[in-house]
Protein backbone atom coordinates (compact mmCIF):
# COMPACT_ATOMS: atom_id res chain seq x y z
CA UNK A 1 0.00 0.00 0.00
CA UNK A 2 1.45 3.26 -0.74
CA UNK A 3 2.28 5.79 2.01
CA UNK A 4 3.98 8.61 2.74
CA UNK A 5 7.41 8.98 3.97
CA UNK A 6 9.86 11.40 6.27
CA UNK A 7 13.38 11.59 6.60
CA UNK A 8 14.88 11.77 8.99
CA UNK A 9 12.45 10.41 11.78
CA UNK A 10 14.63 12.40 14.53
CA UNK A 11 16.65 15.48 14.04
CA UNK A 12 18.47 17.10 17.07
CA UNK A 13 20.10 20.89 16.16
CA UNK A 14 21.86 24.13 17.57
CA UNK A 15 19.26 27.17 17.77
CA UNK A 16 20.28 29.20 14.61
CA UNK A 17 20.98 26.53 12.25
CA UNK A 18 19.51 25.50 9.15
CA UNK A 19 16.94 22.51 8.85
CA UNK A 20 15.47 20.53 5.88
CA UNK A 21 12.84 18.19 6.47
CA UNK A 22 12.25 15.97 3.92
CA UNK A 23 9.02 13.88 2.64
CA UNK A 24 8.30 11.54 -0.06
CA UNK A 25 4.09 12.16 -0.56
CA UNK A 26 2.38 9.52 -2.28
CA UNK A 27 3.15 9.44 -6.43
CA UNK A 28 -0.01 10.28 -7.66
CA UNK A 29 -1.21 12.94 -5.02
CA UNK A 30 -0.70 16.74 -6.31
CA UNK A 31 -1.68 18.36 -2.89
CA UNK A 32 1.22 18.53 -0.41
CA UNK A 33 1.12 19.66 3.41
CA UNK A 34 2.77 20.63 6.43
CA UNK A 35 2.00 20.80 9.97
CA UNK A 36 3.40 20.05 13.14
CA UNK A 37 2.54 19.22 16.65
CA UNK A 38 4.42 21.30 20.03
CA UNK A 39 4.53 18.29 22.14
CA UNK A 40 1.11 18.23 23.88
CA UNK A 41 -0.58 20.39 21.89
CA UNK A 42 -3.04 20.00 18.68
CA UNK A 43 -1.73 19.33 15.10
CA UNK A 44 -0.95 22.90 13.32
CA UNK A 45 -1.33 23.34 9.37
CA UNK A 46 1.75 24.28 8.38
CA UNK A 47 1.56 25.24 4.82
CA UNK A 48 0.09 23.85 1.77
CA UNK A 49 1.17 23.14 -1.73
CA UNK A 50 -0.59 22.74 -5.19
CA UNK A 51 0.65 22.89 -9.14
CA UNK A 52 4.98 24.11 -7.36
CA UNK A 53 3.87 26.86 -5.57
CA UNK A 54 2.63 27.71 -2.03
CA UNK A 55 -1.57 27.40 -1.96
CA UNK A 56 -1.93 28.77 1.44
CA UNK A 57 -0.16 29.48 4.54
CA UNK A 58 -0.71 30.15 8.23
CA UNK A 59 0.63 32.49 10.44
CA UNK A 60 2.87 29.96 11.66
CA UNK A 61 4.68 29.43 8.76
CA UNK A 62 6.79 32.88 8.60
CA UNK A 63 9.93 33.81 6.35
CA UNK A 64 11.82 31.38 8.45
CA UNK A 65 10.05 28.59 6.77
CA UNK A 66 10.01 27.84 3.32
CA UNK A 67 9.01 24.69 1.06
CA UNK A 68 10.19 23.12 -2.04
CA UNK A 69 9.78 20.25 -4.56
CA UNK A 70 12.87 20.01 -5.61
CA UNK A 71 12.50 16.91 -8.17
CA UNK A 72 9.34 14.89 -8.89
CA UNK A 73 9.57 13.09 -5.69
CA UNK A 74 10.43 14.69 -2.48
CA UNK A 75 8.98 17.57 -0.69
CA UNK A 76 10.72 19.26 1.48
CA UNK A 77 10.20 22.17 4.25
CA UNK A 78 13.17 24.64 5.25
CA UNK A 79 13.79 26.12 8.34
CA UNK A 80 16.29 28.49 7.96
CA UNK A 81 17.33 29.76 11.36
CA UNK A 82 15.85 27.40 14.21
CA UNK A 83 14.08 28.62 17.56
CA UNK A 84 13.88 26.37 20.77
CA UNK A 85 10.14 27.06 19.83
CA UNK A 86 10.60 24.80 16.60
CA UNK A 87 10.84 22.09 18.64
CA UNK A 88 8.22 20.17 17.60
CA UNK A 89 6.73 16.83 15.44
CA UNK A 90 6.05 17.81 11.51
CA UNK A 91 4.20 15.77 9.66
CA UNK A 92 3.64 15.77 5.69
CA UNK A 93 0.86 14.77 4.10
CA UNK A 94 -0.53 14.49 0.22
CA UNK A 95 -3.53 13.50 -0.79
CA UNK A 96 -5.09 13.04 -4.46
CA UNK A 97 -8.74 14.23 -3.64
CA UNK A 98 -10.06 14.39 0.10
CA UNK A 99 -8.13 11.62 1.85
CA UNK A 100 -5.25 13.11 3.36
CA UNK A 101 -2.80 10.88 3.88
CA UNK A 102 0.17 11.15 6.34
CA UNK A 103 3.70 10.75 6.96
CA UNK A 104 5.19 9.06 10.22
CA UNK A 105 6.66 12.50 11.71
CA UNK A 106 9.99 14.24 12.18
CA UNK A 107 10.92 14.90 15.69
CA UNK A 108 12.59 18.10 15.28
CA UNK A 109 14.62 18.83 18.81
CA UNK A 110 16.04 22.45 18.65
CA UNK A 111 18.71 22.71 21.55
CA UNK B 1 -12.23 30.73 12.11
CA UNK B 2 -12.99 26.88 12.31
CA UNK B 3 -12.54 25.47 15.72
CA UNK B 4 -12.63 21.89 16.52
CA UNK B 5 -13.15 20.32 20.27
CA UNK B 6 -13.28 16.77 21.65
CA UNK B 7 -14.57 15.89 24.66
CA UNK B 8 -13.58 13.72 26.60
CA UNK B 9 -10.04 14.27 26.86
CA UNK B 10 -9.05 11.20 28.11
CA UNK B 11 -11.10 7.73 28.34
CA UNK B 12 -10.27 4.69 30.25
CA UNK B 13 -12.70 1.76 29.90
CA UNK B 14 -12.29 -2.20 30.64
CA UNK B 15 -11.63 -4.10 27.23
CA UNK B 16 -15.07 -5.23 25.49
CA UNK B 17 -17.18 -2.41 26.18
CA UNK B 18 -18.63 -0.34 23.58
CA UNK B 19 -17.39 3.68 23.56
CA UNK B 20 -18.16 6.51 21.87
CA UNK B 21 -15.92 9.58 21.12
CA UNK B 22 -17.42 13.03 20.35
CA UNK B 23 -16.45 15.75 17.99
CA UNK B 24 -17.70 19.17 17.56
CA UNK B 25 -16.73 21.70 14.98
CA UNK B 26 -18.06 25.17 14.94
CA UNK B 27 -18.81 26.43 11.27
CA UNK B 28 -20.91 23.68 9.33
CA UNK B 29 -20.00 24.92 6.48
CA UNK B 30 -17.43 21.89 6.03
CA UNK B 31 -16.68 19.30 3.15
CA UNK B 32 -15.74 16.22 5.05
CA UNK B 33 -14.74 14.91 8.73
CA UNK B 34 -12.03 13.25 9.06
CA UNK B 35 -10.99 10.34 12.04
CA UNK B 36 -7.43 10.05 12.70
CA UNK B 37 -5.37 7.63 15.65
CA UNK B 38 -2.41 8.48 16.82
CA UNK B 39 0.24 6.16 18.70
CA UNK B 40 2.63 7.61 21.27
CA UNK B 41 5.42 9.18 19.16
CA UNK B 42 4.13 8.44 16.04
CA UNK B 43 2.04 9.51 12.84
CA UNK B 44 -1.47 9.91 12.16
CA UNK B 45 -3.28 6.91 10.67
CA UNK B 46 -6.63 7.63 9.05
CA UNK B 47 -8.97 5.46 9.98
CA UNK B 48 -12.34 6.86 8.66
CA UNK B 49 -13.43 9.94 5.79
CA UNK B 50 -16.99 11.14 6.39
CA UNK B 51 -17.62 13.54 3.33
CA UNK B 52 -20.47 16.16 3.96
CA UNK B 53 -23.02 14.41 2.38
CA UNK B 54 -22.91 11.07 4.56
CA UNK B 55 -24.39 10.67 7.39
CA UNK B 56 -22.18 7.65 8.70
CA UNK B 57 -19.27 5.45 7.43
CA UNK B 58 -18.24 2.19 8.38
CA UNK B 59 -14.95 0.27 9.00
CA UNK B 60 -14.83 -2.90 11.08
CA UNK B 61 -14.70 -2.07 14.47
CA UNK B 62 -15.54 1.69 13.98
CA UNK B 63 -18.52 3.66 13.01
CA UNK B 64 -18.20 7.53 12.18
CA UNK B 65 -21.52 9.59 12.18
CA UNK B 66 -21.50 12.80 11.05
CA UNK B 67 -24.29 15.80 11.74
CA UNK B 68 -23.59 18.64 9.80
CA UNK B 69 -26.37 21.15 11.15
CA UNK B 70 -25.72 20.64 14.86
CA UNK B 71 -21.48 20.78 13.94
CA UNK B 72 -21.09 17.07 15.65
CA UNK B 73 -19.39 13.89 14.61
CA UNK B 74 -18.85 10.57 16.91
CA UNK B 75 -16.37 7.82 16.66
CA UNK B 76 -18.24 4.64 17.98
CA UNK B 77 -15.51 1.91 18.83
CA UNK B 78 -17.78 -1.48 19.50
CA UNK B 79 -16.02 -4.25 21.68
CA UNK B 80 -13.19 -2.28 22.72
CA UNK B 81 -9.49 -3.76 22.86
CA UNK B 82 -6.39 -3.38 24.50
CA UNK B 83 -4.51 -2.34 21.18
CA UNK B 84 -7.55 0.46 20.55
CA UNK B 85 -5.77 2.29 23.07
CA UNK B 86 -4.04 5.29 21.23
CA UNK B 87 -5.45 9.00 20.92
CA UNK B 88 -7.84 9.62 18.50
CA UNK B 89 -8.69 13.06 16.73
CA UNK B 90 -10.85 14.12 14.58
CA UNK B 91 -10.69 17.40 11.85
CA UNK B 92 -12.12 18.94 8.92
CA UNK B 93 -10.86 20.90 6.03
CA UNK B 94 -10.90 24.54 5.94
CA UNK B 95 -11.86 24.58 2.64
CA UNK B 96 -12.02 21.74 -0.28
CA UNK B 97 -8.55 20.06 -0.16
CA UNK B 98 -6.85 22.25 2.24
CA UNK B 99 -5.50 22.67 5.80
CA UNK B 100 -7.15 20.17 7.87
CA UNK B 101 -8.10 21.94 11.72
CA UNK B 102 -7.73 19.17 13.94
CA UNK B 103 -9.08 18.98 17.69
CA UNK B 104 -6.95 18.26 20.48
CA UNK B 105 -8.16 14.61 20.88
CA UNK B 106 -9.34 11.73 23.05
CA UNK B 107 -6.56 9.61 24.72
CA UNK B 108 -8.13 6.28 24.94
CA UNK B 109 -7.14 3.64 27.18
CA UNK B 110 -8.49 0.04 27.33
CA UNK B 111 -7.43 -1.99 30.11
CA UNK B 112 -6.96 -5.71 29.56
Known amino acids: EPEVTQTPSHQVTQMGQEVILRCVPI?????FYWYRQILGQKVEFLVS????????KSEIFDDQFSVERPDGSNFTLKIRSTKLEDSAMYFC?????????FGPGTRLTVL | KQEVTQIPAALSVPEGENLVLNCSFT??????LQWFRQDPGKGLTSLLL?????REQTSGRLNASLDKSSGRSTLYIAASQPGDSATYLC???????????FGAGTRLTVKP
Open chain 1, 93 to 101: ASSGSLLQF
Open chain 1, 27 to 31: SNHLY
Open chain 1, 49 to 56: FYNNEISE
Open chain 2, 27 to 32: DSAIYN
Open chain 2, 50 to 54: IQSSQ
Open chain 2, 91 to 101: AVPRVKNNDMR
